[in-house]
């Protein structure tokens, strides 16, 4: 039975696209079919991150608008055959995206594979709205950081409103994936912790993504994190993630916070 | 770690800050889905309600909402010129 999965955010710049394909690679890499969506129409970078920006032909557009046939705009990874890449138009605007057209495009995708990751773009106008519609799963992507968490509030609200899930009286599964989190400053009291999303937010935990430096190293080689290094700390937090989605139950690690006294002055002295 | 604080240099930490103001915030915000415009229309009814007794310069009006942790409060400050008052009387 395929799952559609929103990878969603409200606020840009948090991490939907590296957690779209760094999650897209570990569910694949599971032997599971998975296919990553980028609704992000006129800005995409989905593509770029997962390094087949030179590879795209048609998108998410042209499948609509009967300009070409979904198997035709599928880009299919180098890396793991069972991924596969349906890009964003970059010279089109968002309006070219129809409820009808999204819902035809969905409904063809789930006849073939077993999870369909779409990534949101920022904001809560229309490719936003309509990258979660037929979502089952959502994943909230969040920074431990004020803004970011009010805007999660928001997209949640939207979720449990405008989904076509939320419509026919069911819910969509919202999970929190906390991004860019610093074990060490939220120690400190500089960051807000897990503990304190959580409880503002509500929802439950997918996953703790620590600030690293791996997560650029692999955008810049054009990889997603769990594939570039498979051992990073963000990656085995993002192979976690993926496990808890399949529906196994993985114990949450706060990243970074097995430190001993002689780690925690040395942090603070670096501060 | 009260005795490493004693070193640190940043004496307060910001995130419980974070955590009490966002708290209020969305506390607000669930609540008002639909009424964001609240303080337009108090705004409205209640300059109509005094324009009935004094002329008031609407532009001689501020309104200010101030969101608390258990109550809000709305300040009204309604400028009445001397003549109106004459006149009211």
Same mark, same amino acid.
């Given at each position: 039975?395929?799952?559609?999965?929103?990878?969603?955010?409200?606020?840009?710049?948090?991490?939907?696209?590296?957690?779209?394909?760094?999650?897209?690679?570990?569910?694949?890499?599971?032997?599971?079919?998975?296919?990553?969506?980028?609704?992000?129409?006129?800005?995409?970078?989905?593509?770029?991150?997962?390094?087949?920006?030179?590879?795209?032909?048609?998108?998410?557009?042209?499948?609509?608008?009967?300009?070409?046939?979904?198997?035709? !705009?599928?880009?299919? #990874?180098? %890396?793991? *055959?069972?991924?596969?890449?349906?890009?964003?138009?970059?010279?089109?605007?968002?309006?070219?995206?129809?409820?009808?057209?999204?819902?035809?495009?969905?409904?063809?995708?789930?006849?073939?594979?077993?999870?369909?990751?779409?990534?949101?773009?920022?904001?809560?106008?229309?490719?936003?709205?309509?990258?979660?519609?037929?979502? #089952?799963?959502?994943?909230?992507?969040?920074?431990?950081?004020?803004?970011?968490?009010?805007?999660?509030?928001?997209?949640?609200?939207?979720?449990?409103?405008?989904?076509?899930?939320?419509?026919?009286?069911?819910? $969509? *599964?919202?999970?929190?994936?906390?991004? %860019?989190?610093?074990?060490?400053?939220?120690?400190?009291?500089?960051?807000?912790? $897990?503990?304190?999303?959580?409880?503002?937010?509500?929802?439950?935990?997918?996953?703790?993504?620590?600030?690293?430096?791996?997560?650029?190293?692999?955008?810049?080689?054009?990889?997603?994190?769990?594939?570039?290094?498979? %051992?990073? !700390?963000?990656?085995?937090?993002?192979?976690?993630?993926?496990?808890?989605?399949?529906?196994?139950?993985?114990?949450?690690?706060?990243?970074? *916070?097995?430190?001993?006294?002689?780690?925690?002055?040395?942090?603070? %002295?670096?501060? | 770690?009260?005795?490493?604080?004693?070193?640190?240099?940043?004496?307060?930490?910001?995130?419980?800050?974070?955590?009490?103001?966002?708290?209020?915030?969305?506390?607000?915000?669930?609540?008002?889905?639909?009424?964001?415009?609240?303080?337009?229309?108090?705004?409205?009814?209640?300059?109509?309600?005094?324009?009935?007794?004094?002329?008031? #310069?609407?532009?001689?009006?501020?309104?200010?909402?101030?969101?608390? *942790?258990?109550?809000?409060?709305?300040?009204?400050?309604?400028?009445?010129?001397?003549?109106?008052?004459?006149?009211?009387?």
């Amino acid at each position: 039975m395929a799952k559609i999965i929103v990878v969603t955010s409200g606020k840009g710049g948090v991490g939907k696209t590296t957690s779209t394909a760094a999650l897209g690679a570990a569910l694949a890499q599971r032997n599971e079919k998975t296919v990553v969506v980028d609704f992000d129409v006129g800005l995409r970078n989905l593509d770029l991150v997962m390094g087949a920006e030179r590879r795209v032909v048609y998108d998410l557009v042209n499948v609509i608008q009967g300009d070409a046939k979904l198997p035709q !705009a599928l880009i299919r #990874d180098k %890396r793991l *055959e069972t991924l596969h890449l349906l890009p964003a138009s970059q010279t089109r605007d968002k309006d070219n995206l129809t409820a009808e057209g999204v819902k035809r495009v969905m409904d063809e995708l789930r006849k073939s594979f077993d999870w369909i990751i779409c990534d949101s773009p920022a904001g809560i106008e229309r490719g936003a709205t309509l990258a979660m519609r037929h979502a #089952d799963i959502a994943v909230v992507v969040t920074n431990p950081e004020v803004s970011s968490v009010r805007d999660s509030d928001r997209i949640i609200g939207l979720l449990d409103a405008k989904t076509a899930k939320a419509e026919r009286g069911e819910r $969509v *599964e919202k999970h929190l994936l906390l991004t %860019r989190y610093d074990a060490n400053r939220a120690e400190r009291g500089d960051m807000l912790k $897990v503990d304190d999303v959580l409880e503002i937010l509500s929802i439950p935990l997918l996953g703790i993504i620590p600030e690293s430096m791996d997560v650029l190293r692999a955008s810049n080689l054009g990889a997603p994190v769990t594939l570039a290094d498979s %051992r990073s !700390a963000p990656a085995l937090a993002y192979l976690d993630a993926a496990r808890r989605l399949a529906g196994e139950t993985v114990p949450i690690t706060i990243p970074g *916070e097995r430190r001993g006294l002689f780690g925690k002055i040395f942090g603070r %002295r670096a501060a | 770690m009260k005795f490493f604080d004693f070193f640190s240099k940043q004496s307060s930490s910001s995130a419980p800050k974070a955590r009490e103001r966002l708290q209020v915030l969305l506390a607000h915000e669930r609540s008002s889905v639909g009424q964001s415009d609240l303080v337009v229309r108090l705004r409205e009814e209640i300059l109509a309600v005094i324009g009935k007794h004094v002329k008031i #310069d609407r532009d001689k009006v501020t309104v200010k909402m101030d969101r608390g *942790e258990k109550v809000s409060t709305l300040e009204i400050d309604v400028e009445i010129p001397l003549s109106a008052k004459l006149r009211a009387a």
